[in-house]
């Protein structure tokens, strides 16, 4: 595999109480690529983008090892700001998340926790953002309307320009999706083309068509651990592992 | 056929129950504010009661002492329940001192209100005089405070555990503190709950008799300190009864407290609905 | 197992490019028959029979496409049915040539002169009908060892082929045709080089099923 790497993973092993979640990750993450995580239900893929901004800090009784390489440091240590590494990695979730605030506040909500107050400097924050995630002309004339009203793909992209407004190098996206119509779909996946330009992108999806659109890297999960991770083309057409076999060609999962 | 009758039997049950039930709030409420609405005048309303039990006076001074207990115990239980459930949600993982919290509101909550009242009494009147004043607006206050914690504290905890779980992430994701996605995003989508908690615990206290009986002193004339003692509605209503079985004055004062309390309940409820439909973007 | 009518389906495919495989082979054995024997009746049968070849082609191609468009196969049953879209052109080549072949038996309606080697021109014949029947067995069972052999015995069938062109050519400049041995010899130089092109066919088979097999892609001729 080529191109400059932007995260860094190894031996990571992850267990919430006595369950071992993830066992002995290594992969590398490419840098303005997208990077796909498949794999049946609960095999892991979530927990792993988690780990990847901490979010998993969250949850009751969790434990890891090993090293999450980012910027020349390893964001699993104990001392990691992960507050600051929030802004530098951040999530879409599943379901679109857009807070019961207006579309603009939605956009503003991360620089102003971040201290920016000047009105002027949100708005072209905004603007900036919601152009990046490519629903600024259907929004531009609604912005104090509520992020509620927008639909369900409109929210999805409203969440992905409320992440530009902070600046991140990393878009962890899981299942961005997965609640989506077709329509709103493509539109996502189409955004993800234009993202990846500027952004490293990690998406995890249960689509497999979805995976084999959009990245040019795939890593097959199974229970916790990577099966197979290889050029998506690779990985779609002649996967060299039996399991990653079946999985893609539907025989299980 | 017999499984069609018994289902009819049981929804007709069931009606029964529910007309029961309204027919029941429906008698109350018609019985007093048809006996004490004539009562109430403006004069009523903005004069003081007579010392001894006179006809013909008002319940000025009760009504703001019922204010100011009440107001007081709101005072001090808002932020004691509203933080306090706050800690329970968000600051503490599902354990045993959450448990202990929790049955510990419970139990208060359980606590009969005299009870309450006795505690009151032995500590806010006696031990804490020189603070309080002894029967007083403030020993009231503090007491009835008691009645309203368990209960706002736990709706206040329903709401906040109400906020979708994606929404601290959504803020939390975008490098927000803790602190800031609390204030920022949870409380502002809980607030309707925390609110109706609150207005819960409001009603407790307004119609709360038992718990100020024994320390809010009973004196008829206006306050003009919390340190005085005072006679808010529900005592005022016991306490003509009981002395002077006047019971035309006592209907007029339940009739006000009644419509007091409906005012309450509708306004909040609707600004509550609006400020909620204002929320989801309707 | 889960997709069991979708592997049903790709069964049924693998199944019909067999049939259309064996049939071809069929074709093709005929063709040469019909050639040995100077059997016009037999080279009449194969030349109406391709309308058979084109009729599966046509039918397996659009099962793939509808595979493709409804499926989205992955991994080894996309690379199954690509396989199929793409071999069932060379088996229609194949029958093509083999027409093409009877038609020249049909011309000639007689036995022909060969003024070279026999052995040699015989060997030719055996190895390709050989080579088709091969092909169409590593596909159908997936044997990549099989599928492999094909490029070496290409080789050999390209070593005949030039052999006999040059010994045809060489037999035509000493003049040792005698004038109507000559539209013979010309037949024959186009039978020769449809059987070299067969060949060919049957090495892209054996490729494809190398790619069905084990996903890498070789080059085609």
């Known amino acids: ?253 | ?282 | 197992m889960a997709r069991n009518r979708f592997t049903r389906k790709l069964n049924q495919l693998r199944d019909d490019v067999t049939d259309m495989g064996a049939i071809t082979l069929q074709s093709v054995e005929d063709a040469l028959a019909a050639l040995e024997t100077s059997n016009t009746a037999l080279a009449e049968r194969v030349i109406a029979n391709d309308n058979r070849i084109d009729t599966l082609d046509r039918k397996i191609e659009s099962q793939c496409i509808k595979l493709l468009a409804l499926e989205q196969p992955m991994a080894k049953d996309l690379r199954v049915i690509a396989t199929s879209f793409k071999m069932i052109t060379d088996l229609e080549r194949i029958g093509d040539w083999t027409v093409d072949i009877s038609e020249e038996v049909v011309t000639m309606g007689k036995p022909i002169h060969i003024p070279v080697s026999a052995s040699k021109f015989n060997e030719l014949v055996a190895d390709v009908k050989a080579m088709v029947a091969d092909s169409i067995e590593a596909y159908a069972q997936g044997d990549v060892q099989q599928a492999r052999s094909f490029e070496a015995r290409d080789d050999r069938i390209d070593y005949l082929y030039k052999d006999i062109v040059n010994n045809m050519v060489n037999a035509l400049a000493q003049g040792k045709c005698s004038t109507e041995t000559v539209s013979d010899v010309t037949s024959l130089l186009y039978i020769i080089r449809y059987l070299e092109r067969i060949a060919d066919h049957a090495v892209n088979i054996g490729n494809r099923v190398c790619y069905m097999e084990e996903g890498e892609r070789a080059f085609l001729k």
């Not at chain 1, 993202?195 to 979805?210: E, G």
């Not at chain 2, 013909?56 to 009504?63: A, N, P, R």
């Not at chain 2, 306090?84 to 009969?112: D, S």
């Not at chain 2, 020993?139 to 309203?148: I, K, P």
């Open chain 2, 1 to 282: 056929m017999a499984a069609k009758l018994r289902e009819t039997a049981a929804i007709g049950l069931l009606w029964g129950a529910g007309i029961a039930t309204l027919l029941i709030l429906i008698v109350i409420l018609a019985y007093i504010l048809v006996n004490g609405l004539p009562l109430i005048s403006w004069h009523f309303l903005t004069t003081n009661p007579g010392v001894r039990g006179q006809q013909g006076t008002g319940i000025y001074s009760t009504i703001v002492a019922t204010v100011a207990v009440t107001g007081l115990a709101l005072l001090v239980a808002a932020p004691l329940s509203v933080g306090g459930a706050i800690y329970l949600n968000e600051y503490t993982k599902e354990n045993l001192l959450r448990k202990v919290f929790r049955q510990a509101a419970e139990v208060l909550a359980g606590i009969p209100s005299i009870i309450i009242g006795l505690f009151g009494f032995l500590f806010f009147v006696i031990y804490l005089q020189p603070y309080t004043g002894g029967w007083s607006v403030l020993s009231g206050g503090l007491t009835l405070a008691f009645m309203v914690l368990p209960i706002s504290l736990r709706i206040s905890e329903e709401a906040l555990k109400a906020v979708p779980g994606e929404l601290r992430e959504g803020s939390l994701g975008l490098g927000a503190t803790k602190w800031q996605s609390i204030t920022t995003v949870v409380m502002p989508t809980a607030l309707p709950g925390i609110i109706t908690g609150l207005i819960l615990g409001a009603g407790r206290a307004i119609g709360e008799t038992a718990a100020i009986l024994l320390t809010v002193g009973g004196a008829l004339g206006l306050i003009h300190g919390v340190r005085d003692p005072a006679c808010p509605m529900t005592l005022y209503i016991y306490n003509i009864l009981t002395e002077y079985n006047d019971t035309t004055t006592a209907y007029g004062t339940a009739a006000v407290l009644i419509i007091a309390i409906l005012a309450i309940t509708f306004t909040t409820d609707y600004l509550m609905n609006r400020y909620t439909k204002k929320l989801k973007g309707l």
């Open chain 1, 1 to 253: 595999m080529s191109g400059e790497i932007e995260i860094s993973i190894k031996n990571l092993n992850l267990w919430f109480g006595n369950f071992q979640a993830l066992k002995n990750i290594n992969i590398e993450i490419q840098k303005n690529a997208v990077t796909a995580l498949i794999g049946p239900s609960g095999c892991g893929k979530s927990t792993f983008i988690k780990t990847l901004d901490r979010m998993n800090d969250l949850v009751d009784n969790v434990k890891f090892t090993g090293e999450v390489i980012y910027k020349g440091r390893n964001i699993l240590d104990s001392d990691t700001d992960v507050v600051e590494l929030r802004k530098e990695i951040g999530m879409v979730f599943q379901k679109p998340n857009p807070f019961p605030k207006s579309i603009f506040d939605n956009v503003a909500y991360g620089p102003r926790v971040h201290g920016i107050r000047d009105k002027k400097t949100l708005h072209e924050i905004a603007e900036r953002s919601l152009k990046g995630a490519a629903i600024w002309d259907e929004v531009k004339d609604r912005l104090n309307e509520s992020a509620l009203r927008l639909s369900g793909g409109q929210q999805q992209r409203l969440c992905i320009a409320r992440l530009l407004a902070v600046e991140p190098d990393v878009l962890l996206m899981d299942e961005p999706a997965s609640a989506l119509d077709p329509i709103a779909t493509s539109k996502i996946e189409d955004l993800l083309h234009e993202l990846k330009k500027d952004y490293t992108i990690v998406i995890v999806t249960h689509n497999m068509q979805q995976a084999a659109r959009v990245s040019s890297h795939t890593a097959f999960f199974w229970l916790g651990e990577i099966v197979e991770y290889a050029s998506t083309i690779d990985l779609f057409e002649r996967p060299r592992n039996k399991r990653t076999e079946d999985y893609v060609t539907g025989k299980f999962g």
